[in-house]
């Protein structure tokens, strides 16, 4: 009977591994779905800058058709700037960045109101007709 204690303590530890391991421990649950009208977040600066220079570049090489040498060539460029030639590309990042947190301030408002804020239940809707009509007879 050598290891007889060690063979039951890993069959009731093989055991608890078939009850919690089966499935991944995920299998009830579902994905929840991205909100479509939650706000998308801002550029950066980097990629407010990769807008231009994308048209740019396309203009000097039309024939060029991977995306790997346009962001490598937008990396090295963006390295190679000095501050102040970055500092309009930060700003308008800075500004789009304003902008998202005033429009997640709304959404945040709205999602934690119950929903759509400007829009009034059917419910309420109804029973201020019902007072209207009432106040006409």
């Keep these: 009977m050598k290891g007889g204690k060690s063979n ?7 055991a608890k591994l078939k009850v919690n391991g089966a499935g991944g421990g995920q299998k009830g649950l579902k994905k929840t779905g991205k909100d479509p009208n939650k706000p998308k977040r801002p550029a950066s600066a980097f990629f407010v800058f990769m807008e ?3 048209q740019e570049y396309k203009e000097k090489h039309p024939n060029n058709k991977s ?13 190679s700037m000095s501050e102040a030639e ?5 700003a308008k990042a800075e ?8 429009n ?3 959404y945040n408002k709205r999602m934690a109101g119950g ?10 809707k109804s029973e201020v007709n ?8």
Excluded: H, I, L
């Excluded at 970055?86 to 930060?90: E, F, G, I, R, S």
């Excluded at 500004?95 to 005033?102: G, I, P, Q, S």
């Excluded at 929903?115 to 309420?124: F, H, M, P, Q, R």
């Design 115 to 124: 929903g759509n804020a400007d829009e009034e239940s059917d419910k309420s």
């Design 104 to 106: 997640m301030a709304a």
């Design 130 to 137: 019902d007072e209207e009509e009432e106040d006409n007879e």
């Design 95 to 102: 500004k789009r960045k304003n902008e998202y947190n005033k």
């Design 86 to 90: 970055k500092a309009p590309y930060v």
């Design 8 to 14: 039951a303590n890993t069959s009731k530890f093989d």
């Design 52 to 54: 231009e220079f994308r």
């Design 67 to 79: 995306v790997s040498v346009v962001g490598k060539a937008a990396g090295d460029k963006w390295k």
